[in-house]
T-cell receptor
């Protein structure tokens, strides 16, 4: 049973560019959440997708957007990249029903903005 | 709004010694509480959770935590640590979940680096 997978593993972008990160949830999970973890900090919630819609959103600007596909996989898009967007981006999946409280995290995508 | 405070950014401890990692939370409603561990260059792994019931919860790798509502704390303990426990530990609180009409957003503390020495 594959867990949560994320791609790419590492990414280097220039200020002002756009980036797309991808996440495949654990088998049987239908909810995907994205978190940003800056160096030396705890993860911060960006948003959560369920039934292909954004259900919750954290305190992040509109430059951060996402999408969930019918197969429950998800993308995180960041436009007009800033140096401060450099971080580890974590995807977590869970079930909306059943054990909803258990979130499984992927290994993350390390984004470096130069 | 919910918040989590982990007072200790780093905790050094010798192998086979006991350890306690402190976590305090703030919330206007009942919460669900979690401890996650993050090994270098990896994602987060759930150690244990408190949802309801017994205030002492046991998790993986010999860890346990005690929920104290009056002190709004959820401290993590292990009676005897091993070198392999060296990692970053995060305390988190969750929304009440989809059954309560919401999501399950996690709010994390800033983490405690546990360094186990020989």
């Amino acid at each position: 049973d594959a867990g949560v997978t994320q791609s790419p593993t590492h990414l280097i972008k220039t200020r002002g560019q756009q980036v797309t990160l991808r996440c495949s949830p654990k088998s049987g999970h239908d909810t995907v959440s994205w978190y940003q973890q800056a160096l030396g900090q705890g993860p911060q919630f960006i948003f959560q997708y369920y039934e292909e819609e954004e259900r919750q959103r954290g305190n992040f600007p509109d430059r951060f957007s996402g999408h969930q596909f019918p197969n429950y996989s998800s993308e995180l898009n960041v436009n007009a990249l800033l140096l401060g967007d450099s971080a580890l981006y974590l995807c977590a999946s869970s079930q909306d029903r059943g054990r909803w409280y258990e979130q499984y995290f992927g290994p993350g995508t390390r984004l470096t903005v130069t | 709004a919910q918040s989590v405070t982990q007072l200790d950014s780093q905790v050094p401890v010798f192998e086979e010694a006991p350890v306690e990692l402190r976590c305090n939370y703030s919330s206007s409603v009942s919460v669900y509480l979690f401890w996650y561990v993050q090994y270098p260059n990896q994602g987060l792994q759930l150690l244990l959770k408190y949802l309801s019931g017994s205030t002492l919860v046991k998790g993986i790798n010999g860890f346990e935590a005690e929920f104290n509502k009056s002190q709004t704390s959820f401290h993590l303990r292990k009676p005897s640590v091993h070198i392999s426990d060296t990692a970053e530990y995060f305390c988190a609180v969750s929304d009440l979940g989809p059954l309560a009409g919401g999501g399950n957003k996690l709010t994390f503390g800033t983490g405690t680096q546990l360094k186990v020495e020989l």
